[in-house]
């Protein structure tokens, strides 16, 4: 058990008594920080959560976001991080299943999947490979199976992740806003568990993920399984219809005792159930075990005593095994009984709710012996330089991971992974953008800029479709809270994020903060993830190739910001620089602009400048649309007297690459220059050869095929050979 001497003393004094081992374990589970979020809860505070799209209600699992029309969606991330360290599929599987079931514990229906992977060194790590093919296909069987399309997400390869996994899932759902599950509850309403059997699988999986990673504890790993998910999706979903349900929760992480000690405690209601009548995979496991079991595809459900038999009803017609456990009281106890004889009995709100932490704070020694600058000669081969990042993990295609999703399933998919972001149709004729975006390398040279940069970078991307954003989610993932200079990167971060979403006025309506996240090698960088939404009243901007004679315009600056980038750390294996940062007003009156340029029919295509940098940015379009370029980077907007290789690999932000027929240059062009935006006409399509120049001299000069085959070859070559 986790508990702290602190803690311990904390419940002698507030209890009164010695508690029994069941009651110690449920505590146990809750008050991990997996579960009851003690380091980060009360500096969570400062995120902005209310906004005119944002629907509050009691104890949803994921944010709900007003679409219009009577429509909503909701949003929720998760991470199967230590589960996906020591099994991947098994691990990255459940962490697919448990968002999901966040999602439909609102009463909606989960139509899209997200994901974020990161992994060790797959370049010479055999290990990190191995963890990367099994969480993906963890990931693609369970989402397969469910029939849900897998939509988009990043992959990302860094030596910090060595012998670890994060595998951050994100979760869309769809539905009548007037058929949300309202929860409450009365005295004498009845508790039930619908669902898989509970077993001794992921026993202990809360605090199991609530420590460092230092050894493979598989009972603490629980066993996916998408067809049963696939069933308890459809009953919910009649279950509501029929209103049988009053209240409902996923049993997540710390299994029934968080859901029973939460529910109760939200909707202030005693809840006294009998263990006995729990259905489970074996005999013998005592009420502790059953407690605190993380088995999966499981919900808690409150309804009345009149709509028992009609719940019982749509479980055997999709043949869901369903226990009536318990019933609803008033005395806001968590009364655990097994037939006459009492293992726990403790006040609901005393469970729910650790005792908070305040934890010290430390500016990192590391931060104080970065280099700004690289000394290291410079590359004057920068075709060989483009190649060479084209074909790297990090930047090369990621068609080898999302061709093994289903990604069209369920016909709402419009604009597929792939590209910038996705793109889904809703019934009211809307269409919902979506993106999820980290950058760990910028993120530890400057973790509040590092935290901007990846909101801003998945505002970009959505921006790109055409999509106003109206909600974003987090997932905070660091290393030990106990160290000061961790947490000092978490709150750097946290505020960074709270600053930019209050100044955008797009709230945050759900998330994660994932502590321990490190093995006996040491802490990974910190790696804050940002989820964005975004709505469209139109058809959305459908990326269309360049073609031959089209202008290419950025917008933005360059800057000089190569701290963190690609080329810094890849080519010249440099940790250091200056990290990117964000200009708040910038920003904004870019993403404003380009979104009228889009609102107008004004350009064919928008992509935005980031990993990688400029130059990357126009590879892809150029392998996108199979077509060559003639491109003179003077035009570039810069900070002055910048080098090549900056303007070139800098991965500065709120830059966008714009494809604009000649038919419509003018207008763009008295458009931006009206709206006071940075730009320049960079040159035009043609040809099958990337042609870069600057002042009449040759930088750049490759073959579109060669690249392509580079970029769509790298991580295939890599995992087939390696």
Same mark, same amino acid.
């Given at each position: 058990?986790? @508990?702290?001497?602190?803690?311990?003393?904390?419940?002698?004094?507030?209890?009164?008594?010695?508690?029994?081992?069941?009651?110690?374990?449920?505590?146990?589970?809750?008050?991990?920080?997996?579960?009851?979020?003690?380091?980060?809860?009360?500096?969570?505070?400062?995120?902005?959560?209310?906004?005119?799209? #944002?629907?509050?209600?009691?104890?949803?699992?994921?944010?709900?976001?007003?679409?219009?029309?009577?429509?909503?969606?909701?949003?929720?991330?998760?991470?199967?991080?230590?589960?996906?360290?020591?099994?991947?599929?098994?691990?990255?599987?459940?962490?697919?299943?448990?968002?999901?079931?966040?999602?439909?514990?609102?009463?909606?229906?989960?139509?899209?999947?997200?994901?974020?992977?990161?992994?060790?060194? %797959?370049?010479?790590?055999?290990?990190?490979?191995?963890?990367?093919?099994?969480?993906?296909?963890?990931?693609?069987?369970?989402? /397969?199976?469910?029939?849900?399309?897998?939509?988009?997400?990043?992959?990302?390869?860094?030596?910090?992740?060595?012998?670890?996994?994060?595998?951050?899932?994100?979760?869309?759902?769809?539905?009548?806003?007037?058929?949300?599950?309202?929860?409450?509850?009365?005295?004498?309403?009845?508790?039930?568990?619908?669902?898989?059997?509970?077993?001794?699988?992921?026993?202990?999986?809360?605090?199991?993920?609530?420590?460092?990673?230092?050894?493979?504890?598989?009972?603490?790993?629980?066993?996916?399984?998408?067809?049963?998910?696939?069933?308890?999706?459809?009953?919910?979903?009649?279950?509501?219809?029929?209103?049988? %349900?009053?209240?409902?929760?996923?049993?997540?992480?710390?299994?029934?005792?968080?859901?029973?000690?939460?529910?109760?405690?939200?909707?202030?209601?005693?809840?006294?159930?009998?263990?006995?009548?729990?259905?489970?995979?074996?005999?013998?496991?005592?009420?502790?075990?059953?407690?605190?079991?993380?088995?999966?595809?499981?919900?808690? %459900?409150?309804?009345?005593?009149?709509?028992?038999?009609?719940?019982?009803?749509?479980?055997?017609?999709?043949?869901?095994?369903?226990?009536?456990?318990?019933?609803?009281?008033?005395?806001?106890?968590?009364?655990?009984?097994?037939?006459?004889?009492?293992?726990?009995?403790?006040?609901?709100?005393?469970?729910?709710?650790?005792?908070?932490?305040?934890?010290?704070?430390?500016?990192?020694?590391?931060?104080?012996?970065?280099?700004?600058?690289?000394?290291?000669?410079?590359?004057?081969?920068?075709?060989?330089?483009?190649?060479?990042?084209?074909? =790297?993990?990090?930047?090369?295609?990621?068609?080898?991971?999302?061709?093994?999703?289903?990604?069209?399933?369920?016909?709402?998919?419009?604009?597929?992974?792939?590209?910038?972001?996705? #793109?889904?149709?809703?019934?009211?004729?809307?269409?919902?953008?979506?993106?999820?975006?980290?950058?760990?390398?910028?993120?530890?040279?400057?973790?509040?800029?590092?935290?901007?940069?990846?909101?801003?970078?998945?505002?970009?991307?959505?921006?790109?479709?055409?999509?106003?954003?109206?909600?974003?989610?987090?997932?905070?993932?660091?290393?030990?809270?106990?160290?000061?200079?961790?947490?000092?990167?978490?709150?750097?971060?946290?505020?960074?994020?709270?600053?930019?979403?209050?100044?955008?006025?797009?709230?945050?309506?759900?998330?994660?903060?994932?502590?321990? /996240?490190?093995?006996?090698?040491?802490? %990974?960088?910190?790696?804050?993830?940002?989820?964005?939404?975004?709505?469209?009243?139109?058809?959305?901007?459908?990326?269309?190739?360049?073609?031959?004679?089209?202008?290419?315009?950025?917008?933005?600056?360059?800057?000089?910001? @190569?701290?963190?980038?690609?080329?810094?750390?890849?080519?010249?294996?440099?940790?250091?620089?200056?990290?990117?940062?964000?200009?708040?007003?910038? =920003?904004?009156?870019?993403?404003?602009?380009?979104?009228?340029?889009?609102?107008? /029919?004004?350009?064919?295509?928008?992509?935005?400048?980031?990993?990688?940098?400029?130059?990357?940015?126009?590879?892809? @379009?150029?392998? /996108?649309?199979?077509?060559?370029?003639?491109?003179?980077?003077?035009?570039?907007?810069?900070?002055?007297?910048?080098?090549?290789?900056?303007?070139?690999?800098?991965?500065?932000?709120?830059?966008?690459?714009?494809?604009?027929?000649?038919?419509?240059?003018?207008?763009?062009?008295?458009?931006?220059?009206?709206?006071?935006?940075?730009?320049?006409?960079?040159?035009?399509? =043609?040809?099958?050869?990337?042609?870069?120049?600057?002042?009449?001299?040759?930088?750049?000069?490759?073959?579109?095929?060669?690249?392509?085959?580079?970029?769509?070859?790298?991580?295939?070559?890599?995992?087939?050979?390696?």
């Amino acid at each position: 058990m986790s @508990l702290s001497v602190q803690e311990s003393k904390h419940i002698t004094k507030k209890i009164g008594r010695d508690l029994s081992i069941t009651e110690r374990q449920i505590i146990a589970a809750e008050w991990s920080e997996h579960c009851s979020y003690k380091s980060s809860k009360k500096h969570l505070k400062i995120l902005p959560t209310t906004g005119r799209n #944002v629907i509050n209600e009691k104890g949803y699992d994921s944010g709900v976001l007003d679409v219009g029309d009577g429509y909503v969606v909701t949003v929720h991330i998760e991470s199967h991080n230590h589960p996906s360290a020591v099994e991947p599929y098994g691990g990255a599987a459940t962490g697919v299943g448990g968002v999901i079931r966040d999602i439909l514990s609102t009463g909606t229906r989960p139509i899209a999947i997200f994901d974020g992977l990161r992994f060790g060194d %797959i370049e010479n790590d055999t290990h990190a490979r191995w963890l990367f093919k099994n969480a993906v296909s963890g990931i693609a069987d369970y989402g /397969n199976c469910l029939g849900i399309p897998t939509i988009g997400g990043e992959v990302e390869f860094d030596e910090c992740y060595k012998n670890y996994a994060l595998v951050d899932v994100a979760a869309i759902g769809f539905g009548k806003k007037d058929k949300l599950i309202k929860n409450h509850a009365n005295v004498g309403d009845l508790v039930v568990l619908i669902g898989g059997p509970t077993g001794r699988d992921g026993i202990g999986g809360s605090q199991f993920a609530s420590d460092s990673l230092e050894s493979e504890d598989r009972s603490a790993i629980q066993i996916p399984d998408p067809f049963i998910e696939k069933l308890i999706i459809e009953t919910i979903l009649e279950a509501r219809n029929e209103k049988c %349900i009053n209240a409902m929760k996923d049993l997540g992480g710390g299994g029934l005792s968080c859901a029973v000690s939460e529910t109760a405690d939200s909707l202030g209601i005693g809840i006294e159930l009998d263990v006995d009548n729990i259905h489970t995979r074996e005999a013998g496991l005592s009420p502790d075990e059953i407690m605190i079991s993380e088995s999966q595809e499981r919900m808690l %459900i409150i309804t009345e005593k009149k709509k028992l038999p009609k719940l019982n009803e749509i479980c055997n017609k999709f043949r869901v095994s369903c226990s009536l456990i318990g019933y609803v009281k008033n005395d806001k106890m968590m009364h655990v009984r097994k037939g006459e004889n009492t293992f726990a009995l403790l006040p609901a709100d005393f469970v729910a709710h650790a005792p908070l932490l305040d934890r010290k704070k430390t500016i990192p020694k590391y931060l104080r012996h970065l280099k700004k600058e690289n000394k290291n000669k410079k590359l004057l081969d920068y075709s060989k330089t483009i190649l060479k990042l084209l074909s =790297s993990p990090n930047i090369a295609s990621k068609h080898w991971v999302f061709h093994q999703y289903d990604h069209e399933v369920g016909i709402r998919t419009v604009v597929k992974p792939g590209f910038d972001a996705s #793109v889904l149709r809703l019934d009211n004729g809307k269409f919902l953008s979506a993106k999820i975006d980290g950058n760990p390398k910028h993120c530890y040279l400057n973790p509040r800029q590092g935290a901007i940069g990846c909101f801003e970078e998945a505002c970009r991307n959505i921006v790109c479709t055409g999509a106003n954003p109206i909600g974003m989610v987090d997932h905070l993932q660091f290393g030990n809270p106990e160290d000061p200079e961790i947490f000092w990167t978490f709150m750097e971060a946290l505020e960074g994020l709270s600053d930019f979403a209050k100044f955008l006025r797009v709230p945050c309506v759900g998330g994660k903060v994932s502590f321990y /996240n490190e093995t006996p090698s040491g802490p %990974i960088k910190p790696t804050p993830l940002i989820g964005v939404l975004g709505i469209i009243d139109k058809p959305p901007l459908v990326p269309v190739p360049p073609s031959n004679g089209d202008y290419l315009l950025i917008v933005g600056k360059t800057k000089d910001e @190569l701290g963190g980038s690609e080329y810094f750390e890849y080519v010249h294996k440099f940790i250091g620089g200056n990290c990117p940062t964000v200009d708040f007003k910038t =920003s904004k009156l870019n993403m404003i602009t380009v979104l009228s340029l889009i609102k107008n /029919n004004l350009i064919k295509c928008v992509h935005d400048c980031s990993k990688g940098g400029f130059v990357i940015a126009l590879s892809e @379009l150029s392998i /996108n649309g199979n077509i060559g370029c003639s491109i003179d980077i003077e035009k570039i907007p810069s900070t002055k007297n910048l080098s090549h290789e900056k303007i070139l690999f800098s991965e500065s932000h709120s830059r966008y690459l714009l494809v604009v027929d000649g038919k419509n240059i003018t207008r763009v062009k008295q458009h931006l220059s009206k709206q006071k935006i940075l730009f320049g006409v960079l040159g035009k399509f =043609s040809g099958d050869q990337i042609s870069i120049t600057h002042k009449s001299n040759n930088l750049v000069k490759s073959n579109v095929d060669v690249m392509r085959k580079r970029y769509f070859n790298g991580l295939e070559d890599l995992l087939k050979h390696g």
